[in-house]
Nanobody, 127 residues
Framework: QVQLVESGGGLVQVGGSLRLSCAAS????????MGWFRQAPGKEREFVAS????????DYADSVKGRFTISRDNAKNTAYLQMNSLNPEDTAVYYC????????????????????WGQGTQVTVSS
């Protein structure tokens, strides 16, 4: 079992930045793929970004490309999401997710691809 705990959410003004962290504990493997998703009120959970086990591959939703950066520190079992140029459409609960994989350089973009989820952290962008 893997436990994921997000932190770093909060209230920020339009154009501002936030850095989310996701700390993993339990049976964490270096080969776990990490992902970030978000869910706004009344909407389905949507993909934001994913990073492969070795950080060689990353993937982003079109809506965040060029503004968000996903990274990870395997020594700390922590993944990050740096969010810049935030706008009100980025307001949502952000979730960290993880899954096992035996394939190198893989990323995953679907909710059903992930086995483990954090409890979420709220990000609110005010105009």
């Amino acid at each position: 079992q893997v436990q994921l705990v997000e932190s770093g959410g909060g209230l920020v003004q339009v154009g501002g930045s936030l850095r989310l962290s996701c700390a993993a504990s339990g049976r964490v493997w270096r080969s776990d793929v990490m992902g970030w998703f978000r869910q706004a009120p009344g909407k389905e959970r949507e993909f934001v970004a994913s990073i492969s086990d070795n950080s060689r591959s990353t993937d982003y939703a079109d809506s965040v490309k060029g503004r968000f950066t996903i990274s990870r520190d395997n020594a700390k079992n922590t993944a990050y999401l740096q969010m810049n140029s935030l706008n009100p459409e980025d307001t949502a609960v952000y979730y960290c997710a993880a899954r096992r994989t035996y394939y190198l350089d893989r990323t995953y973009a679907r909710v059903r691809d992930y086995e483990y989820w954090g409890q979420g952290t709220q990000v609110t962008v005010s105009s």
